[in-house]
């Protein structure tokens, strides 16, 4: 398996971007997706997570409204678009694949077990 990132950077406050991870080694149906963050100095955090049973996706609040999380099954490839980014978006985003660790259906259940190598994200005021 592996789960390869690009389109990091630097930007402005208020600006866009969008990450892209591909992935070789499971399909979408499969597993859960989700991406992660990790800023300097803070524990890794999980930015937005899309089920593959329904393709629900749920956001973390901090970045709700702001960020949009999608994915192409054609090429086995997931987004995260970040909008109206701030200073405190600034972290290594990691993409993942989620496994089933809980009893329940949703994204609190999946657990990340494929990691990316991450991709630094960086906004400047």
């Known amino acids: 398996v592996q789960l390869v990132e690009s389109g990091g950077g630097l930007v402005q406050t208020g600006e866009s971007l969008r990450i892209s991870c591909v992935v070789s080694g499971f399909t979408f149906d499969a597993l859960a997706i989700g991406w992660f963050r990790q800023a300097p100095g803070k524990e890794r955090e999980r930015v937005a997570c899309m089920l593959n049973t329904d393709e629900v996706t749920e956001y973390a609040d901090s970045v709700n409204g702001r960020f949009h999380m999608s994915k192409d099954v054609a090429k086995n490839a997931m987004f995260l678009q970040m909008n109206n980014l701030k200073p405190e978006d600034t972290a290594v985003y990691y993409c993942?694949?989620?496994?089933?660790?809980?009893?329940?259906?949703?994204?609190?259940?999946?657990?990340?077990?494929?990691w990316g190598q991450g991709t630094q994200v960086t906004v400047d005021s």
């Open positions: 993942a694949g989620l496994i089933t660790t809980g009893v329940g259906d949703g994204c609190a259940d999946r657990s990340p077990y494929y």
